[in-house]
Each structure stands twice: as structure tokens, then as C-alpha cells.
């Protein structure tokens, strides 16, 4: 490793921020950014309980995340102290060896030629989405669109996850998996009751599917239940099920969410891209629902996405463990520091990206994304331990901002405040007042 190599020649001092870390606080990721913006590439902070360096370029991103990731893991504040609270031993917050064996076990139900399977899923659950939409229209009602994102991901990912086992208890499972974000403190009380509210529900349904063994079951439980280890020949316990249960929920819910309701806002924002994804759905698909096979095609609708994932990328902070001594850019790391990376800043590295509050899906053209650094775009962060559910995620986008803009032009509620609050993902605080106008061609 080249980092082994360096770390007998001199190396560069890091500079540290000994100001009040009261935004950390309030807004972490402002805090990050004004990190970044007067100290530049690495830089130490305070982070409860320990001191961290946060890194801001690619190159350092992808040492961490890739080149020598083996010397990084997860034994952090959020991930051990929240994530794990909540999600066990799944693949958000496991280590190697289990990790590995894991991963290796879920991958293939999240290949593309599978995930095919949860095309019709999210398009009906898109269609019951508009048909709300359609009842605010009639009405001139303004709603909240973060809202219904939020109401729409967790029916594509309980459905996904379940198949019809969930319909009953959808509702009171996403209000469950919404309370422990927000509170984010496992030793309160109501995180403990929500938390044995979800137990309850998903130890029910995979007693309920083990007894149904000879159901023909095609969601993601069945494919839990079916996989089989290479070496053993047997199947996950059920505490395991659990835990990757969990860790999918909490990924492809929230995270999805967020993503798809920045892009609304943003496109609120920009109406001449609104025409433009307009005029290529229409002619691309001429009033119909889109299909996979049409994604290439929607060449203008995937950059708006993958635009709106850059400015907020709901996963907006990652943060690692050193294992042993590193060698960064030239800087010193020492064994055991705590390193922190975030997608929200490095979407903002003046180098990578000019102009970088400005919307422009133009950033993604293939030119502009072969030219590009690897790793100044992370909105699903990099390396080994990359989103699992990326394309999951991807496919839900590119079938819901379709589905959407042939049948409606939403607009921005003038006056209400739209702010980014920082928690374990990027959600609008106040959330995001539109009003929907049904279109007439």
C-alpha cells in the first residue's frame, strides 16, 4: 500500500478547528462545509466524544473507502451507538468476517436482471401516490411532498421486503422506522418501545413465512429465507433475517425519500428543467408507464436525479475507524482516529464541481462524468461497502419523476421555509409545501 510506504517520510501538519463547535450541533452539515471551505482538504475537529478529521477530497476519500479500507471500519458514534441499536449485526453496521459472508449472500437478489421483478411494484405504488395527488389538485390544496415521498418509498420497500404480509401494519411501520430517526437517542424509552413495536412485526412475519414454507413468496423475506451459506449449506437464523430486515428498511426508505423530495424542491425551483424532462417523457413514452428498458432513454430525467443527489445526498456523512497508523495526502493519521467524509461537502468541491450550488444536470453528460473523479460523487458512498441497494434506489427515481410530470406540474408553496436538517440522513425540517396543477397535453 502506498500509504504503508509513506508513513516513514515527513509528513504535512494537519490544521485543527479549536473554535465553538455549536453548529456541529444545530447544523452538522453546514459545519462541515464551512470546515472545508476555510481549512480545505483535511482538517481535525471535536466530535463528541473523541476528536475526528474530516477529509474533503477524492483521492483521500477513496484511500479510506477503497484503496486501503481494510484498515477502516465502522466502530463509530453513529454507526455503533445508533445504527447497530437498531439494525443489529445487517450489512449497515456488521464487520468482516460476518460482513463479507453476508454480502455475499444478499448480493444477487440485488443484481439488475432481478430487481426487474419490483418494477410493476413501484409503478403501482406510484399510481396510488397520483391518485392522491390528483384529489390535492382538484381541491387547489397544497400538500407536503416529503410527506408523500416518504408514504410512497415505504410502501415499495415494505411491499418489496413482505409482499402483502405488510399491508395492515405498512402505516404504523413507517411511523415506527420515522420516530427512531428523529429521536436518535436508544436509551429513551420511546426509542425502546418503537423498536420492540418493529421486533414484534418482523419476527411475526418471518414465523408466519417459515410456516408457510410452500407459499410462493417472491419479495425480498423469501429470498432471506431461501439463501444458504456456500460453505454450511445452512440458512441465516432467524436474529440475522432480522437484522438485514431492519437494515433494509431503515436504507431504502428514508434514504430514497429524501432523495425524492430534494429533487421536487429543486425542480420547483428550475422550471425550464421541468420542461425539458417534460418534453422527453412525453416522447419517449407517449402516456405510458416507463420500463426498464426505457431508463436509457430518459437520458435527461436520470441527470435531474443524479443533479438532486448531488446537491443533497440524503446519506449526507460517512464516517470510519482506523484500524492502524495511515498516511492521507500526506498527513499523519493516527491509529484508532475517527475519520469523517461527506458526501454534502465533497458535491461542493470548487475543484470537481464550478459553481456548485447552481442546479445543472449538464454535470452529467457521459464527457463530464468519464472526466470526472471516481469519487467526488458518493451519494452512495464507495468501495466494498457501497449502497447494496443502489440500483433498487435508482429504478424507484426513474419510475416515479416520469409517472409524475406526464400527469401533473407541481409548485412551490411561496413563503413556507424549506431547510436541510442534518440528522442520520438529509430531511427537510419543515418539510415541503407544493401544490399540484394537472397538466393539459
Known amino acids: 500500500m502506498d500509504s504503508i510506504k509513506d508513513s516513514h517520510q515527513t509528513t504535512k501538519k494537519i490544521p485543527s478547528f479549536t473554535g465553538s463547535a455549536r453548529e456541529l450541533v444545530r447544523a452538522p452539515h453546514r459545519f462541515f462545509l464551512q470546515l472545508t471551505q476555510e481549512y480545505g482538504d483535511i482538517v481535525q475537529y471535536r466530535a463528541m466524544p473523541e476528536p475526528a478529521y474530516l477529509i474533503n477530497h477524492p483521492d483521500y476519500v477513496k484511500q479510506v473507502l477503497l484503496t486501503n479500507g481494510r484498515n477502516y471500519n465502522k466502530d463509530t458514534h453513529l454507526n455503533k451507538y445508533l445504527l447497530e441499536s437498531v439494525t443489529g449485526q445487517g450489512l449497515l453496521t456488521s464487520e468482516n468476517p460476518l460482513w463479507r459472508k453476508q454480502r455475499r449472500l444478499i448480493q444477487p437478489a440485488f443484481h439488475r436482471h432481478n430487481l426487474a421483478a419490483f418494477a410493476d411494484l413501484m409503478t403501482d405504488a406510484a399510481n396510488k401516490m397520483l391518485t392522491r395527488l390528483e384529489s390535492y389538485a382538484v381541491e387547489e390544496k397544497p400538500f407536503d411532498i416529503s410527506a408523500e415521498m416518504m408514504q410512497l418509498t415505504l410502501d415499495i420497500v415494505t411491499r418489496a ?17 420515522n420516530t427512531l430517526i428523529e429521536i436518535a437517542k436508544p436509551k429513551r424509552r420511546k426509542f425502546q418501545e418503537t423498536l420492540r413495536f418493529l421486533d414484534e412485526v418482523v419476527y411475526g412475519i418471518i414465523d408466519e413465512r417459515r410456516q408457510d414454507a410452500d407459499g410462493d413468496h417472491s419479495d425480498l423475506l423469501d429470498m432471506l429465507l431461501q439463501a444458504r451459506y456456500e460453505d454450511t449449506g445452512e440458512g441465516m437464523s432467524n436474529r440475522q433475517i432480522r437484522d438485514e430486515v431492519m437494515s433494509l428498511l431503515i436504507a431504502g426508505h428514508e434514504t430514497t425519500a429524501n432523495t425524492l423530495s430534494w429533487m421536487w424542491y429543486l ?20 402516456g405510458r408507464s416507463p420500463a426498464i428498458s426505457d431508463f436509457p432513454k ?14 443533497y445526498p440524503s446519506a449526507w456523512s460517512i464516517s470510519r475507524r482506523a484500524l492502524g497508523d495511515d498516511v492521507i495526502g500526506g498527513y499523519q493519521i493516527p491509529d484508532r482516529s475517527v475519520i469523517a467524509l461527506s458526501p454534502y461537502t465533497m458535491h461542493r ?12 444536470p449538464e454535470r452529467f453528460t457521459p464527457e463530464m462524468e468519464n472526466g470526472r473523479h471516481r469519487y467526488a460523487y458518493i451519494p452512495f458512498g464507495g468501495g466494498a461497502r457501497k449502497c447494496i441497494g443502489d440500483q433498487f434506489a435508482l429504478m424507484e427515481s426513474m419510475i416515479i419523476l416520469p409517472m409524475t410530470l406526464q400527469r401533473f406540474r407541481l409548485y412551490l408553496v411561496p413563503d413556507h421555509p ?9 430531511r427537510p425540517k419543515h418539510g415541503i409545501l407544493m401544490k399540484a396543477a394537472r397538466r393539459t397535453s
Do not use: C, S
Open 418 to 426: 424549506v431547510e436541510a436538517h442534518a440528522l442520520v440522513t438529509l
Open 298 to 311: 430518459l437520458e435527461y430525467a436520470n441527470k435531474v436525479i443524479k443533479e438532486g443527489m448531488r446537491l
Open 161 to 177: 421486503l413482505f409482499g402483502y404480509n405488510i399491508d395492515e401494519q405498512a402505516t404504523a411501520v413507517g411511523e415506527a422506522v
Open 349 to 360: 468541491h470548487p475543484a470537481f464541481w464550478p459553481d456548485p450550488e447552481r442546479f445543472d
Open 267 to 286: 425542480l420547483g425551483q428550475n422550471p425550464d428543467a421541468v420542461e425539458r424532462v417534460e418534453a422527453e417523457v412525453d416522447g419517449v413514452l407517449n
